[in-house]
């Protein structure tokens, strides 16, 4: 008996983007702590304490990526935001901290709909309103949010075609050797964008 299987079947050797560890919802971040949530239980997960007690510097255990719906972009004098949406649907602030952000990631990329994903993102506490800082964009990218379910787009997205998120997909998430980044040339997602 002949199977054939169509080339855009799940494989087992990529990432399953389901799993809580390596796409975290933003209460499960590492960081300050949420409500409800004791800090060491979420950066348990992430880092040895042992280690950041002894080095508040010290490397995670392994990786992680948050992915979000973006909602809305808003700058101010004193702050760049961007809200998103998490998996279960919390509305949460992005707060950009890098002035070369632009140059990098022009604002006409972060497009409301689109997906955002933030390696290694974390909470920290500003002005009593918790937040995921972004202060280094090699490890933020976005795609657009058009046809995402389909097989096509799929196969025709720009940053599934992307080399180093490819590469993301079928790497171990479990075992932190060295960080992944994405790059920071950012080509527009359109022609003509």
């Keep these: 008996m002949d199977i054939t ?6 494989s087992t050797n990529y990432v399953n983007l389901r799993d809580p560890k390596t796409f975290p919802r933003f209460s499960t971040l590492p960081g300050d702590p949420v409500p409800g949530y004791d800090k060491d239980e979420c950066d348990i997960t992430y880092y040895d304490l ?11 255990t392994r990786h992680w990526c948050l992915l979000a719906e973006i909602l809305v972009f808003m700058r101010s004098a004193e702050i760049t935001t961007i809200l998103v949406r998490d998996m279960i649907n ?3 602030p992005i707060k950009v901290e890098t002035e070369e952000w632009e140059q990098t990631f022009p604002v006409e990329q972060v497009v409301p709909g689109h997906t955002i994903a933030l390696l290694y993102s974390v909470r920290e506490t500003y002005r009593s309103t918790l937040v995921v800082p972004v202060d280094d964009t090699e490890w933020v990218k976005e795609c657009q949010k058009q046809g995402q379910t ?5 196969l025709q997205c720009p940053i599934v075609a992307d080399e180093d998120f490819r590469f993301m997909m079928t790497a171990n998430w479990r075992v932190f050797e060295d960080y992944y980044f994405f790059p920071t040339k950012r080509e527009p997602l359109f022609p003509g964008a």
Excluded: K, L, S
């Design 50 to 60: 042992h280690e950041v007690a002894e080095d508040p510097d010290a490397e995670p």
């Design 90 to 92: 919390r509305i949460v």
């Design 5 to 10: 299987v169509p080339f855009y079947a799940p």
């Design 150 to 154: 389909t097989a096509y787009h799929r």
